[in-house]
Structure formats: C-alpha cells, structure tokens
C-alpha cells in the first residue's frame, strides 16, 4: 500500500508559488516526511525533509499539518527549470527511498 | 564535489552479453545504491551497500550482481539480461546515517536486444 497519495499533475505560471499537496494519513510518529524531484533524464534530486516542524531550505519551504497527516512542499517563485516529477515520501527506515508516483510539475512561461 | 558519476550514459547489450555499468563518487559516502527505473515509473530500489558490504537486496534475480570495490566505486555487472531489465539505472550515494539525503548520478540508460 502506498503510504503517501499525491495529484498526478499540476500547473504553476512562472514567477508564482508552486504549492504541491501530499496526504500522509498513516504517517507513524517516528517517520519523516521526504521530498525529491527528478527533471527529465536526471536523477532524483533531494530537496527538503522534515518531522513536525516546517523547514525551509534555499530550495523550498516544507509544511507539514500539526496531525501530520499531510504537508505541502512549496517553491516560493518558480521557474522553468522547476519542471519535473516531485516525489513525497514518507520512511523511518533509514536507508530505503521508496518512490511513490509523484506530481509531475509543468512551470509555464 | 557533490558528483555522482555513472559510465556508460547509454548501453545497448544482446541477451547473451556480460557488461557492467560503474558508479563513482567522491563525497566520502560510506553508503551507495542502486535503483532501476522505468519509463513513466518511479526509481526502485535494488541493492544498498554499507561500509562496503552488501546490506540490501531486494529480491533481484541473479543476472543482476553488484560489487563494491571500495568505498567510492559501485558496480552493476549484467549478464544474461531480458529485454524487459531495458530501463534507466541510477546509482546513489549518502551517508550511512543520513540514508534520506541521497545524491543520485544521471543514471545509465540500459537497452537490451
């Protein structure tokens, strides 16, 4: 069973804030809540992660509701090249990645 | 050095041939992966080393062996391949303890005939 669930896609004009949702609602207390992304014919990439609190990195903010059964990654001005698959992920195995299906980000001009 | 580098970019091997795809880095990671992915699919992890020794496998079918030689080189030696094992392999690194900060090389882009 796929532990997080989030939209196969999403659009986000340049410029603007990308707010990408993920819902967790299974989520145990000792699981981190994950984010990578993975533009075309690259590797993953990873971007944040975070427990309770919301983190905020040069990359992204992380957001993660007080039940911690979702978060919302956000870009705060996005850009062409934040086009790719972001990956939220949900683990306290402490080497395992698993990869669920991802929103697939389109930036437009 | 934040590089994870992969050799070759693309391979395209016959059924009955033996390759390997390499995988260095240069970060003083004591943990390296690999994971395969098909197309429109999410990576899937394969094989974890840690300290050098295998520590993960997946339930991959033996035509698949990795080998780690020392602590910055990974090996994926292929033989006797299916056309279905076709797909991007990418190796990562991290270290032991922080498993969720995974550095990705851009993968080897495997086709088999």
């Known amino acids: 069973d796929a532990k997080t669930t989030q939209p196969p896609s999403m659009d986000c004009a340049e410029g603007r804030a990308a707010n990408l949702p993920c819902n967790h609602s299974?989520?145990?207390?000792?699981?981190?809540v994950y984010w990578y992304r993975q533009i075309h014919s690259q590797g993953p990439q990873y971007i944040i992660h975070?427990?309770?609190n919301n983190e905020t990195n040069e990359m992204a903010s992380l957001i993660i509701t007080e039940d911690r059964k979702s978060s919302t990654l956000i870009l705060p001005h996005a850009t062409l090249r934040d086009t790719a698959v972001y990956y939220c992920?949900?683990?306290?195995?402490?080497?395992?990645?698993?990869f669920g299906k991802g929103t697939s980000l389109l930036v437009t001009p | 050095d934040t590089e994870v580098t992969q050799t070759p970019k693309h391979l395209v091997m016959g059924m009955t041939n033996k390759k390997s795809l390499k995988c260095e880095q240069h970060?003083?990671?004591?943990?390296m992966y690999w994971y395969k992915q098909k197309a429109k699919k999410p990576p899937e992890l394969m094989f974890v080393?840690?300290?050098?020794?295998?520590?993960i496998n997946e339930s991959v079918p033996s035509r698949f062996s990795p080998e780690c030689p020392n602590s910055s080189l990974l090996n994926l030696h292929l033989h006797a391949l299916q056309p279905e094992d076709s797909a991007l392999y990418l190796c990562?690194?991290?270290?032991?303890?922080?498993?969720?900060?995974?550095?990705f090389g851009p993968g080897t882009r495997l086709t088999v005939t």
């Open positions: 990562a690194s991290s270290r032991p303890t922080s498993a969720y900060e995974q550095y």
């Open positions: 299974t989520i145990s207390g000792n699981e981190y």
């Open positions: 975070g427990l309770k």
């Open positions: 992920i949900v683990e306290n195995s402490g080497y395992a990645l698993n």
């Open positions: 970060m003083g990671h004591r943990a």
């Open positions: 080393y840690s300290y050098e020794k295998l520590s």
